[in-house]
Every structure is written in C-alpha cells, then in structure tokens.
C-alpha cells in the first residue's frame, strides 16, 4: 500500500506476551518447543525490523508486553536492545503495562532508554512534532493486575491541534475468551475527543471507525491453538488532514491453525490417508506469511468408517505426521475425530447387548463414578498448584466433566472391542 503526503506513521501492537510459559504442544515436541520457545521474542525483534524499513515516528505497545514480573535478567537485557535499535534510529516507544504486567506485578524494573516511555498508573499525556505536525500521546498503565472499572475518565482532554493518540488496555464489552479488565464502550472512546485508540488485551484483531479509528490489533505471534489464524500487528498513516489509513502486517514466526477434512461417504481406509494427504499438502502450497505452521485437523462427515476412525485414530495421527514431516514447515498438534456413523457401523460389529452395556450403563454405574472421581482425586493432587483449579472448585462443573470424559471413553472402549473384524 502506498501512502502520499504523510504527517506521520506509526505502529501499534500489544500483547506480546514475552517469556510466556509453553504450551503443552511444544513440551510434547522437542524441535517445535525450540520454535515456540522463542517466537514471542522472534515477533518483538521482527517488529522493530518492520520500524526501520518503514521508517516509522513511533511503536505503540498497549500492555502485557511480558508475563508476570520480569525477573529474567536476560529478558530484560533483550528488551533494552531491542528499544535501544528504535532509539538509535530516531523512532519514538510508548508502553502501558496491562494485567500480565501491571506495575504491582514488575519484580525487576525496565529500564528503558531514552527514547521509550512507560507510563505509570497516573494519566500521563506526552507531546512532539513530526513535520510540523503535533502528536499528543496519552496512556495509563495497570496499577494492578485487576481492573474493574473503566479507566476512560482517568484520561484528560485532548490537545487541541493535534492528533490525538490514547493508549488503553481493556477487554471493552467482554470477549468469550478474555476476562472483563478495565471494560468500556467503543461508543464512549469514540466520544472522548481522540482520533485514534490504540487498545491491547484481546488477542483477535478488531478495528472500529467513527470520529476515532479504535483498533484492537489482537496478538502478534499466537501461542496455542486457541489463538489460531493470521495474527499482526497494525501500521498506521496519518495524512495531512488527520485521517488515519491502517494496515495489517505480520510479524509472527509460526501460526496456529485448524483444518477440517471432510470425509463424508469415503468407506475405504486408503481413501482416508488419501485425504488427509491432500488436505495436508494443499495447506502447505498455500501461501501464508508465516514460516511455520501449526495444524489441528479435524476430521468430519459422515462415513461407514467412523468405527474404525474412533479405534485407529493414532494410527491416522502417524500418517499425518510423516505427511507434515515430508511438506516441511507443518506441524501436526493432534489430530481430532469429529464424523459420524454411515451406514453399517461399530453396532453391527458386536453384540447389540455388549454395545448398550458400555455405552449406557458403564457411564451410570454407582462404582466406576466412585472409583473416577477418587483416581481424580489423587490425580489433583500431583498437579502443580497453578494446575488444580483448571476445572475450578463447583463439584457440578466437575462431575459434567467427568461424565463427558466416561461417555467419550466408553465410545472408545467400543471402538477397540471392534478389533477383530475386518480391517
């Protein structure tokens, strides 16, 4: 894209989330935890780099830059080079501190050079000139991890003349996948008199346009697969009249995917590694701005198959694997089972009473429950603390649960006892 008579550039990002712990893909996989491991810091590097090609005024970061207190000396060390090659050539950094980073949560104080701001839990507005052109750049940081009210009325006016940048980290009217931090109203920042809105905290890109330009621009480099799709930071143009052209580009080093397989009516087990093959291999001739790529297929449809799918799905999961290895640049997460009987199935296997004895009573038997929820008991209890209220502590929530897990292994049990037949 290209931008004529330009009053300044500027890119925003947030939610960087350097030194992240990894996920549980990356453990399970030597060589890709050497990727994910460093991708966060891999993202913030390629930011940079993408401000000095493009010669921007300013880099915008919108809080939870780090996780937790930064009490890695070698992030912080990290951290000051990278700010220090924006200071080196001119370009300004402006940081507010979100719930990951909150100023009570810092163990080890940035400390950043010159050229690079870090707004404290106090309004603060910071004004300059580009061109003859006058900036006014106004944040607040998270005092503390939580924030349940909203921080707009901690924000002063605007500086007549000038553009007028705020700097906030907030979930705004709740998201499914974020807790309520800071929450506010795109209508109420829109109101405030501002001409752009650098927001952080929800981590998929969202852009709203009415007297201000409010964007969300989601995660740099996704981390699991529940932060799958394209993920970018934001570069953004100011004319001369103080319109606001934004675009997206990508910094990230790897990307987290889902991919669907349709095997509906497909009835030879051939015909099915034939597709995930295929599928596999279109995903890897399709252009995408990331090196690497993290796949979760789920395979869906109806097919006389899916007994088969349900007892050999590992067994699939290794082909899948050896498809991405042969590609290059695919990693295979896990491979999920989503079809449904077509036709002559698992029921016509076996015995319809041992079928309905697995599936119906096994699931509601007094004893096995007792026995799960005593195995589930121990089990907790070897987790590490940050581990044992993933389910949290309603014994309702818990016991949905398990009978999820019992139902869902019962299908498998009747998958296996299938093993004799014909394969």
């Given at each position: 894209?290209?931008?004529?008579?330009?009053?300044?550039?500027?890119?925003?990002?947030?939610?960087?989330?350097?030194?992240?712990?990894?996920?549980?893909?990356?453990?399970?996989?030597?060589?890709?935890?050497?990727?994910?491991?460093?991708?966060?810091?891999?993202?913030?590097?390629?930011?940079?780099?993408?401000?000095?090609?493009?010669?921007?005024?300013?880099?915008?970061?919108?809080?939870?830059?780090?996780?937790?207190?930064?009490?890695?000396?070698?992030?912080?060390?990290?951290?000051?080079?990278?700010?220090?090659?924006?200071?080196?050539?001119?370009?300004?950094?402006?940081?507010?501190?979100?719930?990951?980073?909150?100023?009570?949560?810092?163990?080890?104080?940035?400390?950043?050079?010159?050229?690079?701001?870090?707004?404290?839990?106090?309004?603060?507005?910071?004004?300059?000139?580009?061109?003859?052109h006058l900036v006014a750049v106004h944040g607040v940081s998270f005092a503390e991890p939580i924030a349940v009210g909203s921080l707009l009325p901690l924000y002063p006016v605007a500086v007549a003349g000038a553009f007028n940048i705020g700097m906030m980290h907030t979930s705004l009217n709740g998201s499914a996948r974020h807790d309520?931090?800071?929450?506010?109203?795109?209508?109420?920042?829109?109101?405030?008199?501002?001409?752009?809105?650098?927001?952080?905290?929800?981590?998929?890109?969202?852009?709203?346009?009415?007297?201000?330009?409010?964007?969300?621009?989601?995660?740099?480099?996704?981390?699991?697969?529940?932060?799958?799709?394209?993920?970018?930071?934001?570069?953004?143009?100011?004319?001369?009249?103080?319109?606001?052209?934004?675009?997206?580009?990508?910094?990230?080093?790897?990307?987290?995917?889902?991919?669907?397989?349709?095997?509906?009516?497909?009835?030879?087990?051939?015909?099915?590694?034939?597709?995930?093959?295929?599928?596999?291999?279109?995903?890897?001739?399709?252009?995408?701005?990331?090196?690497?790529?993290?796949?979760?297929?789920?395979?869906?449809?109806?097919?006389?198959?899916?007994?088969?799918?349900?007892?050999?799905?590992?067994?699939?999961?290794?082909?899948?694997?050896?498809?991405?290895?042969?590609?290059?640049?695919?990693?295979?997460?896990?491979?999920?089972?989503?079809?449904?009987?077509?036709?002559?199935?698992?029921?016509?296997?076996?015995?319809?009473?041992?079928?309905?004895?697995?599936?119906?009573?096994?699931?509601?038997?007094?004893?096995?429950?007792?026995?799960?929820?005593?195995?589930?008991?121990?089990?907790?209890?070897?987790?590490?603390?940050?581990?044992?209220?993933?389910?949290?502590?309603?014994?309702?929530?818990?016991?949905?649960?398990?009978?999820?897990?019992?139902?869902?292994?019962?299908?498998?049990?009747?998958?296996?006892?299938?093993?004799?037949?014909?394969?």
């Open positions: 894209m290209v931008f004529k008579h330009l009053a300044f550039r500027f890119i925003h990002t947030a939610d960087l989330h350097l030194d992240s712990p990894l996920v549980s893909l990356a453990l399970r996989n030597a060589d890709l935890a050497d990727q994910v491991g460093v991708a966060s810091r891999s993202a913030l590097t390629k930011i940079v780099d993408l401000s000095l090609a493009e010669a921007v005024d300013a880099v915008l970061i919108a809080g939870d830059l780090w996780d937790g207190g930064l009490s890695s000396a070698k992030t912080a060390r990290f951290l000051k080079q990278e700010l220090l090659r924006l200071e080196e050539a001119g370009i300004r950094c402006f940081i507010i501190r979100g719930n990951h980073d909150a100023i009570s949560k810092v163990t080890r104080e940035l400390d950043p050079p010159a050229g690079t701001l870090v707004f404290g839990p106090k309004a603060k507005t910071v004004t300059f000139e580009v061109a003859g309520v931090y800071a929450p506010c109203s795109v209508a109420d920042l829109d109101a405030h008199g501002y001409d752009y809105w650098a927001l952080g905290h929800i981590h998929r890109r969202s852009e709203h346009r009415g007297r201000a330009t409010v964007v969300m621009p989601g995660i740099a480099q996704g981390r699991d697969i529940g932060e799958a799709g394209a993920c970018s930071v934001t570069l953004v143009a100011v004319d001369d009249q103080g319109n606001a052209v934004t675009e997206e580009r990508s910094v990230a080093a790897l990307r987290f995917d889902r991919l669907r397989i349709d095997l509906t009516d497909i009835s030879e087990w051939a015909e099915v590694i034939s597709a995930v093959d295929s599928a596999l291999r279109d995903v890897a001739c399709a252009p995408r701005a990331e090196p690497h790529l993290v796949l979760r297929p789920m395979l869906v449809g109806s097919t006389p198959l899916a007994w088969r799918l349900a007892r050999d799905l590992d067994r699939l999961c290794e082909e899948a694997h050896t498809v991405a290895a042969s590609v290059g640049g695919i990693w295979i997460d896990k491979l999920e089972n989503g079809t449904t009987s077509l036709g002559a199935g698992i029921s016509s296997q076996l015995p319809a009473d041992l079928v309905g004895i697995v599936m119906a009573e096994l699931p509601n038997d007094p004893a096995l429950l007792a026995a799960l929820a005593e195995a589930a008991r121990v089990l907790m209890l070897d987790l590490p603390p940050e581990l044992r209220d993933l389910l949290g502590d309603d014994a309702d929530v818990v016991a949905a649960a398990r009978g999820l897990l019992l139902a869902d292994g019962s299908a498998q049990i009747v998958a296996r006892l299938s093993a004799g037949a014909d394969v």
